[in-house]
């Protein structure tokens, strides 16, 4: 039989032993609690903000998680993420994966640059899905590494999804200057001509017959054509939106719409090479707030409308409280000779230029060639109000211009509370008439004597407003 001092240290080692075991086994359950609650939260469209956590400075393996719990990282379907891989087919897996469940969350981590070819996200899906991009993502850099069987007019395409969220803190990187440099885009040849060659360019993000969507907290960068686009949608909330790209790029409108309604665009920022936000035929009920447009652009648009003898309906839309700096336009309604149609009930309120060349400007005779002829028919513009319109203007153009069909005149155009200075020179004492009927509810700044009183005999006798009931 072993002496006391024999059965000492054993008894030590095996206390010993034993105390570390326990440490383990708390370590590991601590850190299977981790990975749960790193992928166990889930976020819903209806939310301002997503409560998945981020990804610690050091990322750990990726893993499947279970599809129960919602969250659909592009890493656990086998996404790289060092802006090289095409990570095409990953991000195709997690969409096909996430579609199927309600209120998915399709996880795009921070840390990572993620390449996506040309692509089209097809639903219906189930509602409530989350597209959480708190990394970048990024199409292939220019023309030359765009695969030739790929279309070139449009890269990331939202089709016939309802209820999406698109949110998140991460980057959309365009890479668009190989695109903007393409002989047939108009910078490039003498005197702003263009040249021969191809010239299709994608389009960045299309939402195509979709509804209830949400786009928020993105920032886009350098898309090679226009930014976002949303054609035959409905029920699109957009905020907190920053959209950049040189004021030289061509196309870049930020936010186009087309055959789509009821649109809120709030607490935005954009400056681009063209419209800020453009306002195509087939729109009403549009709420425009608190957006900052330039430096650079073309302001804010409604058009180009009418264009190919087209039918172009366009009503009840509000821009207020607004910036625009630094563009060659402010507000603007443009439309083609030929086209039908009508815009009306547009009321642009409360918004601040700052050194704009054309602060306001109704054109319907738009052409972007030397070629257009004369036309009798045209979409009819009316019931169009401009109220607090202030701050400065570039003097290359008059503050206010009213460019209106021979044959059907504008009608009830409303000012009130307009006060445009110039930024640099002399006051333009002659704002541009033609064919415009209205007046004023205050004096304006500078004063417009030019407006018709009253309405226009018969001005909807071939062109009536019956075209869009």
């Not at 815009?343 to 400007?361: A, C, E, T, W, Y």
């Amino acid at each position: 039989m072993a002496s006391l001092s024999t059965r000492v240290p054993v008894l030590l080692v095996i206390f010993y032993m034993t105390v570390v075991a326990f440490f383990m086994v708390l370590l590991c359950s601590h850190n299977v609690t981790a990975r749960y609650h790193h992928h166990g939260h889930r976020g819903h469209h209806n939310k301002k903000h997503s409560h998945i956590s981020y990804p610690p400075s050091i990322p750990p393996e990726p893993s499947n998680p279970p599809a129960d719990e919602g969250v659909y990282d592009v890493r656990s379907f086998g996404a790289v993420g060092d802006g090289i891989v095409d990570d095409t087919e990953a991000f195709k897996a997690a969409w096909d994966a996430a579609c199927q469940v309600e209120s998915a969350v399709i996880f795009v981590p921070s840390g990572y640059s993620f390449m996506i070819q040309s692509t089209i996200f097809t639903g219906p899906c189930q509602s409530g899905l989350v597209f959480q991009l708190e990394g970048t993502i990024m199409p292939p850099d220019g023309p030359e590494s765009w695969p030739g069987n790929n279309s070139r007019r449009q890269w990331l395409v939202f089709y016939r999804v309802d209820e999406l969220s698109l949110q998140g803190g991460g980057v959309i990187d365009g890479r668009g200057e190989q695109w903007w440099n393409l002989p047939c885009k108009p910078h490039k040849g003498p005197n702003g001509s263009t040249l021969p060659g191809p010239c299709d360019s994608p389009i960045a993000i299309r939402f195509f017959m979709s509804s209830n969507l949400t786009v928020e907290g993105i920032r886009m960068e350098n898309s090679p054509q226009f930014n976002f686009r949303f054609d035959n949608c409905k029920n699109v909330h957009i905020e907190s939106l920053h959209i950049t790209a040189p004021a030289w790029s061509p196309n870049t409108d930020g936010i186009h719409i087309e055959q789509t309604t009821n649109v809120e665009i709030y607490d935005s920022l954009i400056s681009n090479g063209d419209d800020c936000v453009s306002i195509g035929a087939g729109c009403h009920d549009v709420d425009i707030r608190n957006l900052t447009c330039g430096p650079g652009g073309h302001g804010i648009s409604i058009g180009s409308l009418g264009n190919h003898n087209s039918r172009a309906c366009v009503s009840n839309i509000t821009v207020t409280d607004s910036v625009i700096k630094e563009s060659d336009n402010g507000v603007r309604i443009k439309t083609w000779q030929g086209g039908y149609g009508a815009v009306s009930g547009i009321s642009f309120l409360k918004i601040h230029m700052d050194n704009v060349r054309n602060p306001i400007i109704i054109d319907q005779f738009y052409c972007l060639s030397k070629e257009c002829s004369n036309r009798t028919s045209a979409v009819s513009v009316s019931d169009i109000e401009y109220s607090s319109i202030k701050g400065t203007y570039d003097i290359r153009s008059p503050p206010m211009h009213f460019a209106c069909s021979d044959t059907i005149p504008c009608t009830n155009i409303t000012l009130s509370d307009i006060e445009l200075l110039p930024a640099q020179g002399d006051l333009v004492l002659d704002p541009f008439c033609w064919n415009v009927y209205g007046g004023q509810e205050t004096l304006t700044i500078p004063p417009i004597f030019c407006l018709l009183e009253g309405n226009p005999p018969a001005v909807f006798e071939n062109n009536d407003l019956g075209y869009c009931s």
